[in-house]
Structure formats: C-alpha cells, structure tokens
C-alpha cells in the first residue's frame, strides 16, 4: 500500500477476482478477503474495484465479521441495448480506439451494431469482439476495416455459422435475416 500511495495510483482494478477465492493450494480466501480490506482502509485513498462472476458476492458474504460486505457498493451492469446511451458511449469508444491505430471505419457497414448484436449486448463479450476485430486490422496492416475480416474474426469462436452479424450486406437486411433465422438482439 505505501509503494502504491508513493507512485500515486489511486484506483486498483481486479478483473475475474472470483479467482482469488477458488479453493486449492497456496489459496488463502479469508487472507484474500483481508487483503482487500487492507486497499481499502489505507491511507493514501486508494479505491479498489473488483470484477467477477456471482461467486464473488458470496464468497464476501462468507467473511463472518461482515465488515467487508459493509465497504462494498454493488454494481450490476446490464447488457447495452440498441439506441441506448452506452451504445452511443461504446461506439464513441470503438471509433476513437480506430483513429488512435489508424484504422478507417465506414459509418454505413454499423460495426458498433454488428458487434453489440454478435454479443447480445454483453459488455465484455463486445469489448473483446471490438479489440479483436480492430487486432485484426493492426496485424494486418489494413488502414479500414472490412465486414469480411471482422467475419473471419467472429468466426473463430463461432464455427458453423450460416450467416454471421458481419455479413457483408446493409446492416438491416442481415439483422432481418439473422432474427428471421433465430438470432435475438
């Protein structure tokens, strides 16, 4: 916590901290629990986020003093919904994310759609399908992304697939046609 406070982070992220809690050897919850405890009632203001799956909430809630659960604000976050705010905030981040590597994107072939409707709006599954696809063009040096490459991407975790959200058509027509063929937004 000093090292932390002397370099002046003010915020830790831990990411799929569900983890930390997982029983086995060298595993120590209660110490994981205690660790916690200690970001947070340091000097130096530290805030601490932690990130994980159902579990975690219980495993907090199987520290018996409760004063952990007591710290913790809860947020659950929702799937991003067609026309929403946070579909405006992720596309602004998609488009600024492209013009910081140099990669063009065409506003008619809707990426951001395609991507949150590949993910059922899952906010994590869509930032990794984002990063991939925009992974994609930087290895490849392509200057514009392509609803072919983008296909091929999504294609490698979803094998078999008819007709896939970037298919290269008008993004309304394949929306139709992929909700005609089962698919739900």
């Keep these: 916590m000093h090292r932390l406070s002397l370099v002046g982070v003010q915020l830790v992220v831990i990411d799929e901290c569900h983890h930390l809690f997982r029983p086995g050897a060298g595993r120590d919850k209660l110490g994981a629990i205690q660790s916690m405890k200690h970001i947070l009632q ?15 909430r219980e495993a907090i809630l199987s520290e018996t003093s409760g004063e ?30 492209a013009e910081v590597l140099g990669i063009e994107v065409s506003e008619e072939d809707a990426f951001v759609d395609r991507i949150l409707f590949a993910r059922n709006g899952q906010i994590g599954r869509s930032v990794s399908l984002a990063k991939a696809i925009l992974h994609d063009a930087v290895t490849r040096r392509r200057p514009m992304l392509s609803l072919e490459r983008a ?4 294609r490698k975790d979803r094998k078999g697939a008819d007709m896939t ?21």
């Design 165 to 185: 959200p970037f298919h290269a058509a008008e993004w309304g027509t394949v929306k139709r046609e992929l909700e005609a063929i089962g698919w739900q937004a």
């Design 68 to 97: 952990t659960y007591r710290r913790l604000q809860e947020l659950d976050l929702d799937d991003i919904r067609p026309g929403s705010r946070e579909t405006k905030i992720f596309a602004t981040n998609f488009r600024k994310s």
């Design 151 to 154: 296909e091929a991407v999504y």
């Design 42 to 56: 340091s000097a130096g203001g530290v805030s601490l986020i932690i990130a994980g799956v159902a579990d975690l």
